[in-house]
């Protein structure tokens, strides 16, 4: 009778602390929350209650990644609106930021030919899951990471009770290496890195928190 059972291919502690990663070289202030070196693969989640900031911190950090490569910012829900170019200017963002591209909403597939390509962006920015949860479920956000384990996506979602909206959003936050909760102009980071708070905005961050910005 023919054995059919698969092998398991086991790695041996030496083997595995050769095996080398590709990291960013974070720099203050962003190390002092994200660490040094995280990974430049996986996925992170950004999430937050509508207005307070998720969409500025996202464009922060999407223009901060593009400082290493070229990463790609998805916005799926407002498109290239007024009040979008306006969070940009805030942002940073500015004509000599090369290695960031914008586009409005893309089919999943479409997005996935782009990656395909030989210069394709290694970050990519996903605004948001709402607008991608459909194309996302049954699978396709843990197929995406999958097929495409050098890239990193990093994934936007709303805040509903407390909690990333759509189911496909906690999917994310589980699957996340790093999360950060945008909250009254503060991010707060958290999972596989050092985490810490980042104030997207002084003047605002007070008004909303006073003097105690750590609550």
């Known amino acids: 009778m023919q054995n059919n059972t698969m092998a398991v291919r086991a790695t041996s502690i030496s083997n595995l602390y050769r095996i080398e990663h590709k990291t960013f ?3 203050a202030p962003w190390s002092e929350a994200f660490g040094e070196h995280p990974s430049r693969d996986g996925a992170w989640l950004v999430w937050g209650a509508e207005k307070n900031g998720k969409t500025w911190f996202s464009l922060m950090l999407a223009k901060y990644l593009s400082g290493f490569d070229r990463a790609l910012y998805i916005s799926g829900e407002e498109g290239k609106s007024l009040e ?23 089919p999943l ?7 395909k390509k030989r210069n394709a962006p290694k970050a990519v920015f996903f605004d948001n899951l709402t607008i ?14 999958n097929e495409f384990p050098k890239t990193l996506f990093v994934f936007i979602a709303h805040e509903d009770r407390g909690e990333p909206y759509t ?3 906690k999917l994310a936050r589980r699957l996340a290496k790093i999360i950060v909760h945008v909250r009254g102009l503060k991010a707060t980071v958290s999972g596989r890195c050092k985490g810490g708070d980042l104030i997207i905005d002084d003047e605002r961050a007070t008004l909303y928190y006073g003097n105690n910005r750590a609550e």
Do not use: P, W
């Open 84 to 106: 979008f170019v306006a969070s940009c200017k805030r942002a940073g963002i500015t004509t000599a930021c090369r290695n960031l591209n914008i586009v409005d909403y893309e």
């Open 167 to 169: 189911a496909t959003a």
């Open 25 to 27: 070289d974070f720099e």
């Open 109 to 115: 597939e479409e997005i996935e030919a782009m990656l």
């Open 132 to 145: 991608y949860a459909d194309e996302l479920k049954n699978g396709n956000l843990k197929r995406l990471l």
